[in-house]
């Protein structure tokens, strides 16, 4: 663990920037919070919304029983306490996309207390230092639809498909000293929420997205009074954000004003955060305990079950690659980031796959050839088990390791797996000495100066006359082979 050196430079000298975090999760359910209606992402607005979801007088909400399990497996995975007793309150307040007219949250009474994440600093370093930032809570609540203010000259739209759709609010504590740790933070926190399977953490669907608090102080004083800037919904904006309101916190106190507590929103094509409106407090609210909705008690069965369906988390599995598998710390890293990528990895393993080979083949080759197709991991051409059968081909000396990148090159553009690829075009790797001699004599016939140069001691020439056989031998040859047998010959 290290202490932050980012600093902002001003006129009256350093000052430290302090970061907490409020992530909204949306859970991986097929229905929503209080209701049955679906939760599914694009669909014609206005098509996903029960009676509750649109307040009608007399309905009832219920408690979605899997969006509490996956808080609580959500808190396990963190670490966190788990509070076997929690309870729903009304957060009041004028919601024009929530027709209920309240918020039913867990402010006072959260599902999940404290826990804490470490972070790498340098996710290109594996051993650089880490930090461990606390999390305070995680409560469950209900979203808001949403405003639509661009459909008409003059009146706006509402879209209540999200209305009721369940988040887990993860408040940090304000642990973060700089947009690296903050950045780390999130990456950290989403990459843990995918292994557990209870959000799909995509910040462009608004599954995930953040309000950012930050404040500024001269290092080791008081904290300074913060701004919360809304919804910010990437990482990169993230950072951003705490870049600019940092620096116009700095610029603000030194020109003899005063920061304010309040809401801010973040303009990207501007590069600016700007007031949305005064900062409430909690008892501005008026929370209550909401009347229709019992306390929610846990028992130990429950609990246990929850724990029990724990996946391999990050960290563990990246202990796991590096003790048992052998793999770099730089690899294990890459591989465990993101639980789609590990299981790519294990599934090529499953196949057959040495572990080292398929850890570098799936960092260089695929990610490269994906990374120039545009595409994910999750649209590949090349499954994980075609990608082991290539693999084996090399190891069992059927092909060369320049062959497999033609062949790997086929099976992206055909879908063909690479030993029919091998076979329907001729591909295998020619080991019979007797070819590779017949064409090593020719090529030191044909070469006796360059012979004799070897001969009075310059080495390197071996490897002209291995790029001559092999092109004699249209590059089917075994390389080890053909070294072998040269050798033999120059000496």
């Known amino acids: 663990m290290t202490e932050s050196t980012y600093r902002v430079h001003g006129a009256t000298g350093e000052w430290e920037v302090v970061i907490g975090l409020e992530v909204h999760a949306q859970i991986s359910t097929q229905s929503k919070l209080f209701s049955g209606a679906s939760t599914e992402f694009g669909a014609e607005p206005n098509t996903q919304v029960s009676l509750i979801d649109a307040a009608m007088p007399g309905m009832l909400p219920v408690p979605n029983r899997e969006c509490m399990r996956q808080a609580v497996r959500t808190g396990m995975a963190l670490g966190a306490e788990i509070n076997k007793y929690s309870r729903f309150d009304r957060k009041n307040y004028f919601y024009a996309d929530l027709p209920q007219g309240y918020q039913i949250s867990q402010l006072y009474h959260p599902i999940v207390g404290e826990g804490e994440i470490e972070v790498t600093l340098d996710e290109k370093d594996p051993n650089s230092p880490t930090k461990k930032i606390g999390v305070e809570r995680i409560h469950v609540e209900q979203d808001a639809g949403k405003l639509m203010h661009d459909q008409h000259p003059t009146m706006s739209y509402v879209d209540l498909n999200r209305c009721g759709v369940a988040l887990m609010e993860i408040v940090s504590k304000p642990d973060m000293r700089s947009p690296a740790e903050a950045?780390?933070?999130?990456?950290?926190?989403?990459?843990?929420?995918?292994?557990?399977?209870?959000?799909?953490?995509?910040?462009e669907q608004g599954s995930m997205r953040a309000d950012v608090n930050v404040s500024v102080r001269k290092p080791g004083e008081e904290f300074g009074t913060r701004t919360e800037t809304k919804n910010v919904n990437s990482i990169r904006f993230l950072m951003q954000v705490v870049e600019i309101e940092a620096r116009r916190q700095v610029d603000l106190i030194e020109?003899?004003?005063?920061?304010?507590?309040?809401?801010?929103?973040?303009?990207?094509?501007?590069?600016?955060t700007r007031s949305m409106r005064s900062k409430e407090d909690a008892h501005d609210y008026r929370y209550f305990p909401d009347p229709d909705l019992l306390p929610v008690i846990l028992d130990d069965a429950f609990l246990d079950e929850c724990r029990a369906s724990l996946p391999e988390l990050p960290d563990a599995k990246r202990a796991r690659y590096e003790n048992e598998l052998g793999l770099s710390a730089y690899n294990a890293a890459v591989l465990t980031a993101e639980a789609e990528t590990a299981a790519w990895f294990e599934d090529m393993m499953?196949?057959?796959?040495?572990?080292?080979?398929?850890?570098?083949?799936?960092?260089?080759?695929?990610?490269?050839?994906?990374?120039?197709?545009g595409k994910g991991l999750d649209e590949s051409p090349v499954s994980a088990a075609q990608a082991a059968e290539l693999l084996g081909l090399i190891k069992d000396g059927t092909i060369s390791g320049k062959i497999a990148k033609d062949v790997f090159e086929i099976m992206l553009e055909t879908g063909d797996g690479a030993t029919k690829i091998v076979e329907d075009r001729g591909l295998k790797q020619e080991?019979?000495?007797?070819a590779i001699e017949a064409e090593i004599v020719k090529i030191v016939e044909a070469n006796q100066d360059k012979v004799a140069e070897y001969k009075s001691g310059k080495d390197r020439l071996l490897g002209f006359f291995v790029g001559q056989t092999m092109k004699a031998m249209q590059g089917k040859a075994n390389p080890q082979v053909v070294n072998e047998l040269l050798k033999k010959y120059l000496s």
């Open 183 to 203: 950045g780390a933070y999130v990456k950290k926190l989403r990459s843990i929420l995918r292994y557990v399977g209870s959000c799909d953490g995509n910040m």
């Open 255 to 272: 020109d003899g004003g005063e920061v304010v507590q309040e809401t801010r929103l973040f303009d990207p094509n501007k590069m600016e």
């Open 350 to 373: 499953a196949a057959g796959a040495d572990a080292k080979a398929a850890s570098n083949w799936l960092m260089s080759e695929l990610f490269g050839a994906l990374n120039k197709m």
């Open 431 to 434: 080991s019979d000495t007797g």
